[in-house]
């Protein structure tokens, strides 16, 4: 299988007061065509930054190097803005997290919704063209499940309710059949049935239109069930990936072990008793342990681990950790 | 016992201008009753526009009601004065960016209620706001940062610290949890559990996890389309729903995931 995104040793440094810190640190990330992959990490892992290196959304301060990070056939740190530009707003698009910032409070939803279908849907004469638009426009809110349509339209984003604002900036997403969507937190403000249609949506479009879709998330128990792929990020570094299936059934890294037992509630705690918690809270980038980041709050931690582990791949498990949950055997 | 808090006939219009035409009246809430007791845990649950985050919002002060009362303690709260309920009743936003001030640090946003609130010497103060940043898992490093240094995440716990800093009487929340990942959101937890133990802080809070609303809340208060439809005991509504919406909100797809999990897992 092809790789349509190839993401090998990504590195991001930000400079603050403090000095240069990195956010992302050799991180590594594939996406086949039509492929769903879902990313996980705390808060403050690094994963909107991620999303946004991707789509080239980058403050021009950031240093940002890879051994890779390719796009189909391009190399995207090889092109100049202005290219980078047109392959982003070609190929991608992106669903921000809290899309109620990133919709201009200054024009009306329906404005915004019309100025994303792209010119070469559209025929004929500016009136014809323009009834085209809303016509379009409507429909894709009908995609996303919106049925008031005229007053979503007619509304400023901060008239809208969260939710349906998360809809409207997934309805402008996927206006322009994009090869690739990363999708950040999209559905949160959603309930159990919306997010479900959300989903059915984008795995819809994944499976008939080849869209490579990287969503990404916290919450492990409402992740979209069409994902073929998974991984898990902790402070910048990519502590394990593989089948989703693989890794919700038997994980080989104690970070996605502790993740699991944290995210589902078990269904006999009685309520309001006090739940079970990953010690101790995420460093600040500026006190990043060395070695693996996850040491200090790491069960299994040891000496070794001062040293970054490097990524090992066992039964289609790809993972860094000196002494993952298996018994490993040694060929050398 | 007598009521902590009591909302009447509270209800809010939103007006559309509509073009050339005369402006829509849009029905956001429609005249609620309800009361809820000290140191009680409400859930507001809805589909997405049916008004929880309206309700959480006129409770908190945030928008002015277009009818009705709300009193605290037995007493009327004016809906134009804010000062005056800001520091009983304390509101987690929605979107927890939006709510943060872009100019200030962590630190002095979390100072200026203090300030306002307490007679604290500057450096009590400070201590406080230390000891605060890390009930939420932030750190004291955090003070310094300005909020869009932070993650999402660390945005929404910024905001937590802001509303139980002064201890209230009453903290209302808005999904304060979608964007906690599940260790810090079981350490939120916690924190309220030990807050309302403590205090007797009563908490209400819209939320889209039956699983949560299962481990919190006594009451859950189910909207649709601006109207209160179900108002019952969790216990209750959980057993006995009355509405086809109130099973499928609080029906847990969890359940049978976590089953398999553990079953895959042995
Ligand atoms: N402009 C900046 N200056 C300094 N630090 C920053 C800046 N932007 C982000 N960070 C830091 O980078 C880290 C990663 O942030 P990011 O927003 O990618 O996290 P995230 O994984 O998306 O978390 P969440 O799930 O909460 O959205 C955070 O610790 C944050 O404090
Ligand atoms: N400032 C406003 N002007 C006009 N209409 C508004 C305004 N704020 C909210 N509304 C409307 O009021 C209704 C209820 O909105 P509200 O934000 O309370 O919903 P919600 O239940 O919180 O939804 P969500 O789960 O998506 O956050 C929506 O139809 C919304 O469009
Ligand atoms: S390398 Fe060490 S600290 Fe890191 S996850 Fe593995 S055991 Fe834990
Ligand atoms: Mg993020
Ligand atoms: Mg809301």
Same mark, same amino acid.
């Given at each position: 299988?092809?790789n ?5 040793n ?29 990313l996980?990490?705390?808060?403050g892992?690094?994963?909107?930054l991620?999303a946004?290196a991707?789509m080239?959304?980058?403050n ?13 056939h391009?190399d ?34 329906g ?15 500016y ?22 349509t ?20 997934i309805?402008?997403a ?7 969507l990363?999708a ?5 403000a ?6 479900n ?7 819809k479009?994944?499976?008939s %239109? ?9 919450? *492990?128990t409402?992740? !979209? =069930?069409?994902? #073929?792929? &998974?991984?898990?990020v902790?402070?910048g ?6 089948p ?22 078990? %269904?006999?705690?009685?309520p309001?008793?006090r739940?079970?918690? *990953?010690?101790?809270? !995420? =460093?600040?980038? #500026?006190h &990043? ?13 040891r ?20 002494f993952?949950?298996i018994?490993?055997?040694h060929?050398? | 016992?007598?009521?902590?808090l009591?909302?009447?006939n ?9 073009g ?6 849009v029905?956001?809430?429609e ?15 809805g ?21 009705g009362?709300i ?8 809906p ?5 309920r800001?520091?009983e ?17 962590i ?5 200026e209620?203090?300030?306002?609130n ?10 406080h ?7 939420v ?8 940062f300005?909020?869009?240094m ?13 509303a139980?800093i ?12 979608a ?6 959101r ?11 133990e ?6 209400i ?40 919406l ?7 797809e969890q ?7 553990t079953?895959?897992?042995?």
């Amino acid at each position: 299988m092809s790789n349509i995104l190839d993401i090998r040793n990504l590195t991001i440094e930000l400079e603050t007061s403090a000095g240069v810190v990195k956010v992302l640190d050799k991180l590594s990330l594939q996406l086949a065509e039509g492929e769903i992959h879902t990313l996980v990490g705390e808060s403050g892992s690094g994963k909107s930054l991620l999303a946004k290196a991707i789509m080239g959304f980058i403050n021009p301060r950031w240093k940002i190097t890879a051994d890779r990070l390719w796009w189909r056939h391009y190399d995207l740190l090889a092109l100049n803005p202005v290219q980078r530009r047109l392959v982003t707003g070609r190929d991608m698009a992106m669903i921000f997290q809290n899309p109620g910032s990133y919709l201009d409070p200054n024009t009306k939803v329906g404005e915004q919704l019309r100025e994303t279908i792209p010119q070469s849907e559209l025929k004929g004469i500016y009136l014809r063209r323009k009834a085209t638009r809303t016509v379009r426009a409507e429909r894709l809110l009908h995609r996303v499940g919106i049925k008031d349509t005229a007053k979503v339209m007619n509304s400023y984003p901060q008239q809208l309710s969260e939710g349906i604002a998360q809809k409207v900036s997934i309805a402008m997403a996927i206006a322009h059949n994009p090869k690739l969507l990363i999708a950040d937190e999209p559905t949160t403000a959603m309930e159990p049935n919306t997010r479900n249609q959300i989903y059915r949506l984008l795995a819809k479009l994944s499976a008939s %239109q080849g869209m490579s879709i990287l969503m990404i998330t916290q919450d *492990l128990t409402a992740i !979209i =069930p069409e994902t #073929q792929r &998974m991984s898990l990020v902790y402070c910048g570094q990519l502590m394990e990936t593989g089948p989703t299936e693989k890794l919700m059934s038997e994980p080989f890294h104690p970070y996605t072990d502790a993740m699991l037992k944290m995210s589902f509630f078990n %269904q006999d705690v009685a309520p309001k008793t006090r739940l079970p918690t *990953l010690t101790g809270a !995420i =460093p600040t980038l #500026q006190h &990043m342990p060395i070695g693996c980041r996850l040491g200090p709050r790491c069960p299994n931690a040891r000496r070794a681990c001062i040293h970054q582990p490097r990524l090992s791949k066992v039964k289609q498990h790809q993972f860094a950790c000196h002494f993952p949950l298996i018994e490993i055997v040694h060929h050398d | 016992m007598t009521d902590l808090l009591e909302v009447r006939n509270l209800s809010k219009y939103y007006s559309f201008k509509n073009g050339w035409l005369r402006p829509t009246r849009v029905c956001a809430l429609e005249p609620i009753n309800f009361s809820v007791k000290r140191g009680e845990t409400i859930a507001i649950m809805g589909e997405t526009g049916s008004g929880k985050s309206t309700l959480a919002k006129l409770i908190a002060g945030a928008e002015v009601p277009t009818s009705g009362e709300i009193y605290l303690n037995g007493e009327l709260l004016d809906p134009n004065n804010y000062q005056q309920r800001c520091r009983e009743i304390r509101m987690i936003f929605q979107d927890s960016f939006g709510s943060l001030n872009p100019q200030l640090t962590i630190g002095k946003q979390l100072l200026e209620p203090l300030r306002f609130n307490t007679a604290w010497t500057p450096a009590e103060r400070q201590e406080h706001v230390y000891v605060t940043l890390q009930k939420v898992g932030l750190l004291p490093d955090h003070f310094d940062f300005y909020p869009h240094m932070l993650s999402s995440g660390q945005q929404q716990r910024v905001c937590i610290a802001r509303a139980i800093i002064l201890e209230p009487q009453i903290i209302v929340a808005d999904e304060a949890f979608a964007s906690l990942d599940p260790s810090i959101r079981a350490q939120i937890i916690n924190l309220i559990l030990d807050l309302q133990e403590d205090m007797g802080i009563s908490f209400i809070f819209a939320s889209h996890s039956p699983e949560i609303v299962r481990h919190l809340a006594d009451k859950i208060l189910i909207m649709h389309r601006g109207k209160m439809i179900e108002f019952d005991s969790t216990q209750a509504l959980l057993t006995n729903p009355k509405e086809q919406l109130t099973k499928i909100l609080l029906q847990s797809e969890q359940l049978n995931k976590a089953l398999k999990h553990t079953t895959t897992q042995e």
